[in-house]
């Protein structure tokens, strides 16, 4: 016979349940997959695109940076659109990175490969959401890491002038990833 009181028991069974905040369960394991998982993805992506902070400004990089100085700033990047019609908020975007990075090259193609890393993970999340539980967790990350490291995807890391695609498909991943997840 217990000589303790209900809420005495009541204390030693929250305590025994760990730390407040702590995750536990299948809820902890979950989410521990999912920050693995990300890490995973964004640590391959950025050692794919390595070789990218090499790269010097070519091609079109050159008309958008060197031939115009309409991104050098941010309150003159309105004037860039004549050179990247239609892409507002990348041109914003190069401007900003232009200003915080004083026009330091591979600090400008850092910005793209946060882009490439992130939407390796919305890959991953949205293959996780897609096929729920039919599927092992290491399919959908297998999804997000074939992403980040195909060559075609990294090529893309390097010119900062196809910084509208990577912005475009981490919109279009981020948006059905919502739309899986409300429905």
Known sequence: MSTETPEQEHQENDAASGPAGVLQGDQGIETALVWIGAF?????GFLAALPVFRIPLSGDDLRLFIESDALHR?????????????APLTLFGLAANWSLTGGNVAAMHAGNLALHAINGILVFLVWRAL????????????AGLVFVANPWSVDLVAPLAARPVLQGLCFALAATLGYLRAT
């Open 131 to 142: 096929f729920a539980r039919p599927i092992p967790e290491a399919i959908a990350m297998l």
């Open 74 to 86: 941010i309150v003159t990047w309105p004037e860039a659109m004549a050179l990247l019609p239609g």
């Open 40 to 44: 995973v993805i964004a640590a391959l």
